[in-house]
């Protein structure tokens, strides 16, 4: 398994940007497929990006052109640039290993984003 641990969550004015960065304790991670979810209140949790070991990306329809999933396996980091934010981007925000069959070994403890309209 691998630990890891999320930051870069905070309040930002709508049509702000936030970088969310995602460590890994162990350099295993570069054989993880990564996926940045998120929950919004009385919502249900929904990926939001994701990026294979091999470094192939997908995006929810609703952040398209706004968000970009990255990673740097030198540094066992997963990034979620966010652009133009929007107040309905607010959620907490989770990052999540997964490996080749779908399945999902360890999950960060979260980062809050709130975006004020």
């Known amino acids: 398994q691998v630990q890891l641990v999320e930051s870069g969550g905070g309040l930002v004015q709508a049509g702000g940007s936030l970088r969310l960065s995602c460590a890994a304790d162990?350099?295993?991670?570069?054989?993880?497929?990564m996926g940045w979810y998120r929950q919004a209140p009385g919502k249900q949790r929904e990926l939001v990006a994701a990026?294979?070991?091999?470094?192939?990306?997908k995006y929810v329809d609703s952040v398209k052109g706004r968000f970009t999933i990255s990673r740097d396996n030198a540094k066992n980091t997963v990034y979620l640039r966010m652009n133009s934010l929007k107040p309905e981007d607010t959620a907490s925000y989770y990052c999540?290993?997964?490996?080749?069959?779908?399945?999902?070994?360890?999950w960060g403890q979260g980062t809050q984003v709130t975006v004020s309209s």
């Open positions: 999540a290993a997964s490996d080749n069959n779908d399945y999902l070994v360890s």
């Open positions: 162990r350099s295993i991670f570069r054989l993880y497929n």
């Open positions: 990026i294979t070991s091999g470094g192939s990306t």
